[in-house]
C-alpha cells in the first residue's frame, strides 16, 4: 500500500523567506508524484507534477519540486514567497500504471506568510 | 467552461440515516473519482467511475457505494450513517485517455455532519 508523510503540518514564514515543504512516499513500485494547492476559499488544484525525466520540475507561481528516489521524496520548494501564497499544500503519489484518479495523498502542510 | 460542480455544499444527517452526494465532471471529462477528507486529514480515496463502471475502489465499507450516469455525472451514496462518516467529500474528475489523465480537477466538496 502507498502511504505519503508530510513532516510540517503548519508552516510560518514572512514574505521573501525561502519555502521548502516535506514530502516522503512509501510504496514499491514506480510513482507518479503530485502536489496540490488549496487557497482559501478555494478548491484543490495542481500545482505540479512528476512522471519521468529531469527530477526538478518545475510548477506554476513559480514553485518547483525535486524528486530524489533514493530518499523517497519530493520536496516542494520556492525561493520567495508572497503573501498570496498562503493556503494548504499537499503531496500525492500513485502508482504508475493507475490514473491520478486513485491518488494517495498526505495529510498537508498549512502554510501562512506573513506580510 | 464549467468545472467541477458538486452538490448539496452541505449536509446534515443522523446516524443510521442514508445520503446522497452528487457531481457534474467538467466538461470534456468522462471519468469522476470520490475523495473523502475528514477534518486535519488529506483527501483518501473512495473509489473511481468511468463508463458508468466503477473501475477502482479504496479502502471503503460497502456502505459507500456510486452510480455514474450516461452523462458522465455521478453519486456518492452512504448508507447506514456513522459519526465518522463525518467529513468532507471531493469529487474529481479527469480524462481518461492522453496526458491528461494524470491531471485531477477538484470540486468544492459537499461538507456532511452526522449527528
Known amino acids: 500500500a502507498q502511504s505519503v508523510s508530510q513532516h510540517n503540518h503548519h508552516v510560518i514564514l514572512s514574505e521573501a523567506a525561502s519555502l521548502e515543504l516535506g514530502c516522503n512516499y512509501s510504496y514499491g513500485g514506480t510513482v507518479n508524484l503530485f502536489w496540490y494547492v488549496q487557497y482559501p476559499g478555494q478548491h484543490l488544484q495542481l500545482l505540479l507534477k512528476y512522471f519521468s525525466g529531469d527530477p526538478l520540475v518545475k510548477g506554476i507561481k513559480g514553485f518547483e519540486a525535486e524528486f530524489i528516489k533514493s530518499k523517497f521524496s519530493f520536496n516542494l520548494r520556492k525561493p520567495s514567497v508572497q503573501w498570496s501564497d498562503t493556503a494548504e499544500y499537499f503531496c500525492a503519489v500513485n502508482a504508475r500504471n493507475t490514473n491520478a484518479g486513485k491518488s494517495t495523498f498526505g495529510d498537508g502542510t498549512t502554510l501562512t506568510v506573513k506580510p | 467552461d464549467a468545472g467541477v460542480t458538486q452538490s448539496p455544499t452541505h449536509l446534515i444527517k443522523t446516524r443510521g440515516q442514508q445520503v446522497t452526494l452528487r457531481c457534474s465532471p467538467k466538461?470534456?471529462?468522462?471519468?469522476v473519482s470520490w475523495y473523502q477528507q475528514a477534518l486535519g486529514q488529506g483527501p483518501q480515496f473512495i473509489f473511481q467511475?468511468?463508463?458508468?463502471?466503477?473501475?477502482q475502489r479504496g479502502n471503503f465499507p460497502d456502505r459507500f457505494s456510486g452510480h455514474q450516469y450516461p452523462n458522465y455525472s455521478s453519486e456518492l451514496n452512504v448508507n447506514a450513517l456513522l459519526l465518522g462518516d463525518s467529513a468532507l467529500y471531493l469529487c474529481?474528475?479527469?480524462?481518461?485517455?492522453?496526458?491528461?489523465?494524470?491531471?485531477?480537477?477538484f470540486g468544492s466538496g459537499t461538507q456532511l455532519s452526522v449527528l
Open positions: 467511475y468511468y463508463e458508468e463502471e466503477e473501475r
Open positions: 466538461s470534456g471529462h468522462d471519468t
Open positions: 474529481a474528475s479527469s480524462e481518461i485517455g492522453g496526458s491528461a489523465r494524470e491531471k485531477l480537477f
